[in-house]
Each structure stands twice: as C-alpha cells, then as structure tokens.
C-alpha cells in the first residue's frame, strides 16, 4: 500500500492543476483497501476518492485524505471480464475486442479507470457502461466488509449512480465484473460513425475496425491530456421535455437532437456552447477547445478556479441564449 504524506496531485489530474493533498493512500489489493478503510474510519480528516483523474477538476489543495485504486487485472469469463478498479478503461476495452468480448467498442478512448466506470457511468456514441456491469466488488469503508453489488442495485442513469449521490464515500471498489457479447452487434447510429465508415469505404465492418474509427473520431476532435490538459466532455448533454426542444427547434434551423423517449430529447451541450461563440475562446489560461466546444482546456498554467469561472461565463450565455442550464460532468473540488 502506498501512504504518502503532503502530496502532489499533479499527476492525478488530467487537467494538470498543481494540488497538493494532507495524505495519499493507493491500494493495490483487496485486502489493502481493508486497510485504507481502517484508516479512514478512524482518521478525522475528509477523504476524496479518485480514479484516473479525467474526470476531476481542483480548485485548490485537498485538506485531507486522496485515495485511488492500483488494482490491476483482467479475468475473463465465459462471456465476462471481471477487472480490477485500477485497470486503465481503454485497456479492457482494447483487450475485450482483441479476444472476442464484444458490445464496448463505442466506448473506446475514454480516459479513466474500472472503477470510475461504475461510478460515473461513462458513455459516449448511444453507449452506456451501464450495459455491461454485471457486479460490483467493494470495501464498505464503515465496516471494511467485502460487499457484492448488483448493477440493478447502482440505480444507474445519465451519468449518474448511486455512487455518487447517496453511496459517495461509502466504498472502496474493487473489481467490476463487464457482461458482454461474443457475437459482434456493432452500434452505428450515433453521431457521425456511419459518415466515418463511409469515408474510410468499410463495407464489412470487424470489431477492431469499429474501435479504431471511434479512436479516430475522438482523437479528431479531442486533445490528448498530455499535451494540453482537459477533462474531455466538461458539461452533460441536457435533456429536456420535448415541448422545450420543439419550441427551440422552431427558432434554430438544424439543431441537433437525440430522443430518448416519447417526451424527452437530449440537446447536445457542445453545439449550444458553439452558439453562443464560445469555441475556441481564451479567457485568461483557461479555454474552450477549437475542435470541440464541449471541452475545457488549460492553455497553460491555469487554475482550477480560472477554468471555474469559464464554465461559470459559458453557463450564463447558454441559459440566456436557450433556456437551459448545463452541468458540469466534472468533479470540481
């Protein structure tokens, strides 16, 4: 178990803000995370819980405990892969199309580890991971026990589970436990991965072939963290009631949509921020980026607070050019 005192989060955070936290603990096994557990019972001092730290966003140092999973692992099954929560996520979905474990490939090129999936239920081109959790392995940091949870259990939705509304804090995880399918069905009517395919002439599509074109696609469109920091996607996807969209739909031409049922559609955030002109704007060291209006960059020694109050701006322009209030999909301490 790593225990490191006054430490630099730096390297935790994709945006490349310098934090320092109180205190770093990373568990490498299930019986260490017993033991981070023990010390967060008995220790005073808040406590956060990170991934890979794509989704996170510091505003300041952390004033207490950091915590992050080192378990590494991947375990097939008949039609499962049970990984460890430290595992890299675009690692078991390379690895689930390279050995006949189909259905994730959408999902590939999301940065973040196992265990952030099934906390934030990670999605991209009509794919959610929700799809595929079977089980959920954990600490119950209040009484250290190893706790099975069933999917069904996570109450998933939009980016949202249970573990981050009213199980936060409560769980180290473990493992995670993907069902998936070994006949390829590949999913091709979300955004421009049929326009994709055509361009390239891919006729007979094969699994890795899909994989390689969502990498392709998001390479275009989103920057590698280790050149200029982001978070990717900063803000959700809105839905909202159908009568609302119809209303907007009337005044813009074209505007994008995705229904999600009889009553509901989901605007797209980037386009609505695009819009408003935001794309491509700097304000300070904090920017939007110009291929993609959905993502937040640090042109270079910004603040998390610098990139806070460019959300803020974009925040208002948008409610005052739409109606509608979008919210950041990051983890803003």
Request: glycine letters at 8%; proline letters at 3%.
């Given at each position: ?6 430490y630099?989060l ?21 019986d ?19 991934g ?27 039609d ?144 590698d ?11 959700m ?60 960059v ?32 990051v983890?803003?301490?």
């Amino acid at each position: 178990m790593k225990d490191i005192h006054d430490y630099s989060l730096k390297q935790h955070n994709t945006f490349g803000i310098e934090a320092r936290c109180d205190r770093f603990l990373e568990y490498s096994t299930a019986d260490e995370a017993k033991a981070v557990a023990d010390i967060l019972r008995q220790s005073a001092q808040p406590f956060l819980i990170i991934g890979g730290g794509s989704n996170l966003l510091l505003t300041q140092d952390f004033k207490g405990i950091v915590v992050r999973s080192a378990i590494k692992g991947i375990t097939p099954q008949k039609d499962t892969l049970r990984c460890g929560s430290g595992e890299v996520w675009d690692d078991v979905v390379d690895y689930s199309v390279k050995h006949g474990y189909y259905g994730m490939e959408n999902l590939s090129w999301i940065p973040g580890d196992v265990g952030a999936s099934a906390v934030q239920n990670i999605g991209a081109y009509g794919v959610e991971v929700k799809d595929f959790i079977e089980t959920i392995e954990a600490i119950e940091i209040a009484s250290g026990a190893l706790q099975l949870i069933d999917a069904a259990a996570c109450r998933y939705a939009y980016r949202q589970s249970r573990f981050k509304g009213e199980w936060k804090n409560q769980y180290l995880i473990t493992h995670v436990t993907y069902r998936t399918q070994r006949d390829f069905q590949p999913k091709l009517d979300y955004g421009n991965i049929r326009s994709e395919l055509e361009r390239r002439n891919m006729t007979h599509l094969t699994a890795t072939q899909l994989r390689e074109v969502i990498i392709g696609i998001r390479q275009e469109k989103l920057p590698d963290p280790a050149v200029m920091g982001n978070a990717g996607s900063f803000f959700m996807n809105p839905i909202v009631e159908r009568s609302q969209y119809e209303a907007l739909a009337s005044q813009y031409e074209n505007m994008p949509h995705y229904t999600i049922d009889a009553n509901h559609e989901k605007i797209p955030a980037g386009w609505m921020i695009d819009q408003c002109g935001w794309k491509g704007r700097t304000v300070g060291h904090a920017g939007v980026h110009d291929r993609q209006a959905l993502v937040l960059v640090n042109r270079g020694n910004a603040t998390g607070q610098e990139i806070v109050d460019l959300c803020r701006m974009i925040q208002r322009d948008v409610k005052e050019k739409f109606g509608i209030t979008i919210k950041p999909e990051v983890n803003i301490i």
